[in-house]
């Protein structure tokens, strides 16, 4: 494993993990790199590309949650101006995603962060509580929370998708 | 409620990175240790490369970001030329010189 | 006198055909974090096209290095510098140097300087009768340069990038005033 090898394997994710967080592509951009940054300095602690994936996405979490932190008041970026960055393949309505992207923006940080690592990267509970060093129940409730309030949403300003 | 995870997915997915986000990134790896030398002074001027580079970036069109990405691309190419053809020169110079000496 | 190019050409006379990719052993990333400075870069194929479209034909030193770089499939260098002696061993080029042996490969130059502690070696690969490799490897008391090139290489279009391309010149052999091209030594 070289960290070459995990930078490729691994900067589509931490990237989008940050963006999908921040609704900032310049912000997630930054906050990638600070990632890797890191992992480039604790690189010998790691113990394989699985290790190294799971430090990233808890160091990728951890990173865009201060970032917000620290960012506080300051001006944001209009949600419906995000340029968005591309994918490979977006499946879906494009304008039901987009208006979801909008609905997860709003949720608070971990509940947030929560919804990112379980839709996006599809981790189980046990997995997002390993990452955000909280209790599963407490995943398990931040996710049907969201959940309910997102369909509430959608529901309302979009019809039932079912 | 399977639909409304799946559009969840959807919505989420994994977005590319900037083409020019690895280059940046050993960039920023270089630059992180600050000093002098021959493999500074290389490792700078290749970020400094990069960084006009991505200032033909501009925004996430798709052709812009191959430009971006061609002249990141063609930064760390001139970086890890430059590099190969310097030390092959010293080795040159070596060689000729000792077989002079002789 | 010896000039690069008779050093491949030699070479490539003596070397079997073979074809084995250099690999760059994961140590070497370790010893990054040792280094006060590091250079590594990757350019493989994807990366290589990509820079090459990106190189004008209508720039007379563009045009050079896109001719260079028409026939590799990668480029990889890795440098580093640190503060102190000792900071690596010769044990860390251990699965390089397993790698770059015979009949893949043929080390056609070896230097080593007593005054400077310097070690310098470079290697070719040959494949069908031309070359398809060329390594070079620079050990230093405080600094390690690693210069891996993979696929077909003109040791002479290499040569004649310096002083382009931002590329330092290359002093010319006043020997072999026809460009290197003459006998060797």
Redesign the interface.
């Known amino acids: 494993m070289t960290f070459a090898e995990v930078l490729r394997a691994n900067q589509s994710m931490v990237f989008s993990l940050a963006f999908h967080f921040l609704r900032d592509p310049g912000a997630a951009e930054e906050v990638a790199q600070d990632v890797f940054l890191r992992l480039h300095q604790k690189f010998d602690e790691l113990e394989g590309p699985r290790h190294a994936t799971f430090w990233l996405r808890k160091a990728t979490s951890r990173r865009a949650i201060d970032y917000v932190r620290k960012r506080g008041s300051r001006a944001t970026i209009a949600l419906d101006d995000i340029a968005e960055p591309s994918s490979a393949e977006q499946p879906g309505d494009p304008l039901l995603n987009r208006r979801l992207r909008q609905l997860i923006a709003t949720l608070p940080e971990k509940p947030r962060m929560v919804m990112v690592l379980r839709y996006q990267e599809d981790l189980m509970p046990e997995e997002i509580s390993e990452i955000l060093e909280m209790p599963v129940r407490t995943v398990k409730s931040h996710l049907q929370r969201s959940l309910a309030m997102l369909r509430e949403k959608i529901d309302r300003s979009l019809g039932d998708i079912r | 409620m399977e639909d409304f995870e799946r559009q969840l997915r959807n919505a989420l997915a994994r977005k590319q990175e900037p083409p020019t986000f690895e280059a940046k990134v050993y960039a920023a790896v270089a630059a992180q240790r600050s000093g002098r030398g021959i493999f500074w002074r290389w490792a700078t001027e290749g970020a400094a490369v990069v960084v006009i580079a991505s200032g033909f970036w501009m925004g996430y069109q798709h052709e812009n970001q191959q430009r971006a990405a061609g002249e990141a691309a063609k930064a760390r190419l001139e970086v890890a030329l430059r590099i190969t053809v310097t030390e092959l020169s010293k080795i040159q110079k070596t060689v000729r010189t000792s077989t002079e000496d002789e | 006198?010896?000039?690069?190019r008779t050093f491949f050409i030699a070479c490539i006379a003596l070397a079997p055909l073979c074809a084995q990719e250099l690999k760059?052993p994961?140590n070497?990333?370790?010893l990054?974090?040792k280094?006060?400075?590091?250079?590594?870069?990757?350019?493989d194929s994807n990366?290589?096209q990509?820079?090459s479209?990106?190189?004008s034909d209508k720039n007379p030193d563009d045009a050079q290095?896109k001719k260079?770089?028409s026939g590799l499939k990668g480029?990889?260098?890795r440098?580093?510098?640190f503060e102190k002696t000792g900071e690596y061993a010769e044990s860390d080029l251990e699965p390089l140097r397993t790698q770059l042996h015979a009949p893949a490969w043929s080390r056609i130059?070896g230097?080593r300087?007593t005054k400077s502690s310097e070690n310098?070696e470079?290697f070719v690969k040959t494949e069908g009768g031309k070359i398809g490799g060329l390594a070079?490897l620079?050990t230093e008391p405080k600094?390690l340069?690693i210069?891996s090139?993979e696929g077909a290489i003109d040791p002479d279009q290499?040569?004649e990038?310096?002083g382009h391309?931002?590329?330092?010149k290359?002093?010319s052999?006043p020997k072999h005033k026809d460009n290197g091209r003459g006998k060797d030594?």
């Open positions: 006198m010896i000039a690069i760059l994961a070497l990333d370790r990054a974090t280094a006060s400075e590091v250079v590594d870069v990757t350019l990366l290589l990509l820079a479209r990106f190189l290095v260079v770089i480029i990889y260098v440098s580093f510098e130059v230097v300087s310098s470079v070079i620079v600094q340069t210069v090139i290499l040569s990038l310096g391309f931002g590329i330092p290359i002093e052999d030594q």
